[in-house]
């Protein structure tokens, strides 16, 4: 096992007031959206319709059903009994998974490391849906599957969520896939599931990813994918002659970084892309968000793709 | 190949630079700490050989590039040189005469094979493999003074000729090619108009600069081969045909620098691409070196040398044998010039004193005595025979033995005296006329008439005749005629002490002019004071008063001591003896008095009959070639030297540096003119071409490497 840099405990860059600002914010933005584009998301549906306010579609009517639901409209108009459907709004269960293996504890040129910066969206996201009245809960994996805080609801929960995000440690040796897939047994069934990861164990060998969303989507969870990297990650900057040393005691590695600047910006590239299209055929929305990004500006490329569903 | 600037080629050592630069820069890494190490690690592997590949590359590349530069920079050359074997094969066929020049420079020893040789050896070496390798007749023609074909045209007669190239020498003359080439174009008229035919021309670099003549369109085709002697690189050249010359050698009196005092001035030319340092030079007289110095010289530069040195007394009157001498290099002929010296004999002055006095101051003569005594004169010496004399006459004896005769304030001249110094002044004689208080006016007149530069009048008292002795002014010299010889001492007679003089009387002269008579100096009072005559042969100087201290304090001024000097030798007409100096080959012609026959003796002892020139009179004898390189005498029938002369070198052919790249190209190209074909190629646009090439290659190389690294790479 070979030395790693020494990481710092993670230290978020912003109060956890100013997260709930940003939070807020994102709330305020997706209620916008909502009025705008008519009700497709904000509150959640679920797959089961019944009573509501809100009209699902007309069906025919089968004896049996309760003649409360005939549309009396529709048989004035076309002679036939209809039903009204209505969708059944139930409180949403929102997982922020965060990825606390040593790569996230990366510094390079953003302004926080990649674990600070994800649970910095994840703490301002969760206060956003705490504020719409959803249920929030956090896991966290490293080696294993690290920790599990089950989801409430209630403006309580926010502080919990934080308590739980502070506690946790780097932990080298992550197999991402087999603790994420061992997290979807665990969480209740049809849960949000957003992780926040670098991704850079989780789809080693391209598999992993699909496989993912294969379980996830068996439980009935929706699963959002966001990839986060770091700016010298993603530019890969360096100039001189340097020995690059990894974060999971890998062998160190010494190169001219202009010679290699190309050949790596497409493999990054590749992975990128690849989990982008794996994520596309599992029905996984994916993000890639950058840490040297203001939150805000992440929160909103969140609000404007989409995340729970 | 060679080499125009073989020492840019040090520039390969540039070379060295892109791999030194590479390892200078493998610093120790720096540590990065890096997450997606994994990526990187993919990436690596995929790219690592080739970057290594193309840094090998860029570092040959660039190694290369410089050594392109450095080859180009130092332009080399491929030259297919005439070699014996070339020439001889392309004419081997025809009739071919070779043309070897004895010029003194082909005695030039160059570095040959073994040891040291002269281009004359390697001329001779060319000229005996063209004859092995000859198949048709071969004819010889040398020139050195002249041209010369010593058999005739060409014949198959190779032992004659084989011998006769192993006795040439080189002869002191400078050689002129276009004869020999002419002469031989004479040989080859005999020849059938349809054979090839071929004119070897071996000469020294120099002379092949020279513009040959076409040959006549009667000859049919000649084709005219200059070989080079001298082979390698340019520098080599150069510096194998340096050559240091005295050019030429002047040698006169300097009594201004003390008694028997003589100046030399030498001119010194450095015929060579290397800087002359204190290359010692130096003079000697009848085999004793009397003076050593250096010269300096800028390549190129022809520069003069002053030295001046002492000839011991007792020699005067016999010619003695001087040399300037360069330290000797390759060439040594024109390393030191002759030249003669003759100390002039004593100047005879016979003074006629009107006015002799037993107290010695107050003697007419006593301050010119003391102005011409030997203990102030230089070079010349005088002798001062005194007569008291009253003007009747003068022994013809006195006369003979004298070169100037003064009338020193003498009362009444005769007639006979009168007609005695008209005719010695005519032969050549100097005379000085110094009426005073004793001459009488009307006798002078009458007596000297012919030589009176202006008839005497009364003598006039300076200033206002009415004043006191102690209030009179004097009058005083104040105008000169400048440049007059008189004056020859005094740069600017204003600021000698002449003016300063206070005449207080002095002689009125008619003012009428009288024809060859000058004024050279005249009172402020308008009085002419000093005037000269020419009369015959000779001179008359009138003064404006006596030689004492009666009429003026002239001869108390320190300058009278130069003036007096230089009016006696002024009236011997006695020109300092300028050397005689002939060009070896050359005519000469020389005044001589006395009867002939006479005869010119050579340095080696050989004599040779001068002949008497036509139309010149019987003074003037001539010598129709100098011969002998050195000091010469003209010996009359008793042996006595009647003048001495020196044969001196053509110095035109001590520079040899012909071989400078410029002047081979034209002579190659005149060469081309005359049909030969002299395959010369210059390499370097070459390796400028592959400069370019490679430049582009770099180029390439590192857009392909910044391509690969995704951002403009840094040089």
């Not at chain 1, 890998?250 to 202009?258: H, K, N």
């Not at chain 2, 005219?224 to 080599?236: I, K, P, Q």
């Not at chain 2, 028997?260 to 001119?267: T, Y």
């Not at chain 2, 040399?323 to 100047?347: E, G, M």
Request: hydrophobic share 45%; proline share 8%; charged share 25%.
């Amino acid at each position: 096992m070979n030395a790693r840099p020494p990481l710092p405990p993670l230290r978020l860059g912003a109060a956890p007031q100013e997260l709930q600002r940003v939070g807020a914010a994102l709330g305020a933005r997706l209620a916008l959206r909502q009025r705008v584009e008519g009700p497709l998301s904000g509150t959640h549906a679920s797959p089961r319709q019944g009573a509501s306010l809100h009209f699902a579609q007309h069906r025919d009517y089968v004896p049996g059903d309760d003649p409360r639901h005939l549309d009396w409209r529709a048989y004035a108009k076309n002679d036939r009994y209809v039903v009204r459907q209505y969708q059944q709004e139930t409180n949403l269960r929102a997982f922020m998974v965060l990825d606390r293996s040593c790569s996230m504890g990366y510094l390079g040129g953003g302004r926080v490391s990649k674990g600070a910066f994800a649970a910095e969206v994840a703490l301002a996201l969760s206060w956003a849906l705490l504020l719409q009245g959803e249920a929030v809960g956090l896991a966290t994996f490293g080696g294993g599957l690290a920790r599990l805080l089950p989801a409430a609801s209630g403006r309580e929960q926010f502080w919990r969520l934080l308590a739980a995000v502070e506690e946790s440690a780097w932990e080298p040796d992550t197999d991402a896939a087999a603790a994420l897939g061992a997290l979807a047994e665990r969480l209740p069934p049809r849960s949000a599931v957003c992780v926040l990861t670098d991704a850079l164990e989780l789809d080693a060998r391209g598999e992993g990813l699909t496989a993912l969303a294969r379980r996830m989507r068996a439980q009935g969870h929706s699963l959002s994918l966001l990839h986060v990297l770091d700016p010298h990650e993603a530019r890969f900057p360096f100039e001189d002659l340097s020995r690059f040393e990894g974060f999971e005691g890998e062998e160190p590695l010494t190169l001219d970084p202009a010679t290699a600047r190309a050949a790596y910006l497409e493999e990054l590239a590749a992975l990128c892309d690849g989990l982008a299209r794996r994520a596309r055929e599992g029905g996984v929305r994916y993000l890639r968000l950058l840490s040297d990004e203001p939150t805000e500006a992440a929160l909103a490329r969140l609000a404007a793709g989409g995340v729970t569903s | 190949m060679s080499f125009l600037a073989p020492a840019l080629l040090l520039g390969l050592l540039a070379t060295l630079l892109p791999p030194l630069i590479h390892l200078l820069n493998r610093r120790e890494p720096r540590p990065v700490p890096f997450a997606a190490l994994e990526l990187l690690r993919r990436a690596h592997l995929r790219t690592a050989r080739r970057a290594r590949l193309r840094q090998l590359l860029l570092i040959a590349l660039r190694a290369l590039l410089l050594a392109a530069l450095a080859l180009a920079m130092a332009r080399p050359y491929w030259e297919s040189r005439v070699e014996g074997a070339a020439p001889a094969r392309v004419g081997a066929e025809g009739a071919q005469v070779l043309v070897v020049d004895l010029g003194y420079a082909m005695g030039l020893r160059v570095r040959g094979g073994e040891g040291e040789e002269t281009l004359l050896d390697r001329a001779r070496a060319h000229a005996l493999r063209a004859l092995d390798e000859a198949r048709g007749p071969v004819g010889l023609v040398t020139f050195g003074e002249k041209a010369d074909a010593p058999f005739g045209e060409p014949s198959g007669d190779r032992s004659t000729l084989r011998e006769a190239l192993l006795r040439l020498s080189p002869t002191p003359a400078a050689g002129e090619p276009a004869e020999g080439v002419w002469a031989a174009f004479g040989l080859l008229r005999a020849r059938p108009a349809a054979e090839p035919k071929r004119v070897l021309l071996l000469t020294s670099p120099r002379a092949a600069r020279a513009a040959l003549p076409p040959p006549p369109p009667e000859l049919g085709a000649v084709e005219v081969v200059a070989v080079d002697l001298v082979e390698g690189s340019a520098a080599e050249v150069g510096r194998a045909l340096g050559n240091r010359a005295l050019l030429q050698a002047r040698v006169w009196p300097a009594p201004q620098l003390g008694a028997g005092q003589w100046a030399v001035e030498a001119e010194v030319g450095n015929f060579s691409d290397e800087r002359l340092d204190l290359w010692p030079i130096s003079v000697e007289v009848e085999g004793r070196t009397l003076v050593r110095g250096f010269v300096s010289l800028a390549p190129g530069e022809v520069g003069l040398k002053r030295m001046s040195f002492k000839v011991e007394e007792g020699a005067a009157g016999t010619g003695l044998r001087g040399r300037v001498r360069l330290a000797p290099d390759a060439l040594p002929i024109d390393d030191a010039r002759p030249f003669w010296i003759s100390p002039a004999p004593p100047t005879r002055l016979l003074a006629l004193n009107g006015d002799p006095r037993p107290v010695p101051h107050e003697d007419e003569l006593f301050y010119l005595r003391r102005a011409l005594a030997p203990e102030v004169t230089g070079e010349g010496r005088f002798e001062v025979r005194a007569e008291p004399s009253e003007g009747l006459a003068v022994s013809p004896e006195a006369l003979a033995a004298a070169d100037v005769v003064l009338l020193a304030n003498v009362p009444r001249p005769s007639r006979a005296l009168g007609a005695d110094l008209l005719r010695f002044v005519e032969a050549g004689g100097g005379l000085w006329l110094a009426p005073g208080a004793r001459a009488e006016a009307s006798r002078w007149n009458e007596a000297l008439a012919p030589l009176l530069a202006r008839p005497l009048r009364e003598a006039r008292r300076a200033g206002d005749a009415a004043a006191s002795v102690r209030d009179r002014a004097a009058a005083r010299l104040t105008q000169f005629e400048r440049g007059h010889p008189l004056l020859a001492p005094f740069p600017d007679p204003l600021r000698s002490t002449l003016p300063q003089a206070r005449v207080l009387t002095y002689q009125l002269f008619d003012p009428a002019p009288t024809p060859k008579t000058a004024v050279v100096a005249t009172l402020d009072e308008g009085s002419p004071f000093l005037l000269t005559r020419e009369v015959g042969a000779g001179r008359a100087l009138l003064m404006g008063g006596p030689l004492d201290r009666e009429w003026s304090d002239l001869v108390i001024r320190p300058d009278f001591v130069p003036l007096a000097q230089h009016c006696a030798r002024f009236l011997t007409r006695r020109a300092p003896e300028r050397g005689v100096e002939v060009t070896v080959g050359r005519p000469l012609l020389l005044d001589l008095s006395g009867e002939g026959p006479f005869y010119d003796l050579s340095p080696e002892g050989e004599r040779a009959p001068l002949t008497p020139a036509e139309g010149e009179g019987a003074r003037r004898w001539a010598l129709a070639a100098a011969r002998g390189l050195g000091h010469h005498q003209a010996l009359d029938a008793g042996g006595a030297a009647a003048a001495r002369f020196v044969v001196t070198l053509d110095a035109r052919a001590s520079d040899l540096r012909a071989a400078a790249p410029e002047a081979a190209r034209a002579r190659g190209a005149a060469a081309r003119r005359e049909g030969r074909a002299e395959a010369r190629r210059d390499l370097w646009p070459l390796a400028l071409f592959g400069l370019f090439v490679l430049l582009a290659l770099e180029a390439l190389t590192l857009s392909r490497g910044a391509r690969a690294a995704g951002a403009p790479a840094r040089r």
